[in-house]
Nanobody, 123 residues
Framework: QVQLVESGGGLVQPGGSLRLSCVASGLTFSDYHMAWFRQPPGKEREFVAWITHRSDSKYYHDSVKGRFTTSRDNDINTLYLQMSNLTPDDTAIYYC????????????????WGRGTQVTVSS
């Protein structure tokens, strides 16, 4: 059974930082491209970032470029999202997802999803 479990969310002040983790089990992690999506309150889920299975390519939504960095450690089946200079607009539930598809921007191409971790940016 495939499981993706996110952690690291919480309440942070504007300008602060958080690091999210996503631990995968039940799949060959190094075979899968991974991504982060988020769903702000009252809004649709949106793409944040993706990273290819061997970390040779990464891509970010314009709204997080220069502030967020995704990485992965295939030895411990873990995906990361380092978030800095957070703003209230970053408040959302953050999800990690896995795919073997090459179409990484489309959430419908992701086979496996975590349950999400809440990030709240507020003073």
């Amino acid at each position: 059974q495939v499981q993706l479990v996110e952690s690291g969310g919480g309440l942070v002040q504007p300008g602060g930082s958080l690091r999210l983790s996503c631990v995968a089990s039940g799949l060959t992690f190094s075979d899968y491209h991974m991504a982060w999506f988020r769903q702000p309150p009252g809004k649709e889920r949106e793409f944040v970032a993706w990273i290819t299975h061997r970390s040779d390519s990464k891509y970010y939504h314009d709204s997080v470029k220069g502030r967020f960095t995704t990485s992965r450690d295939n030895d411990i089946n873990t995906l990361y999202l380092q978030m800095s200079n957070l703003t209230p607009d970053d408040t959302a539930i953050y999800y990690c997802a896995a795919t073997r598809s090459s179409f990484l921007l489309d959430s419908s191409n992701y086979n496996y999803w975590g349950r999400g971790t809440q990030v709240t940016v507020s003073s």
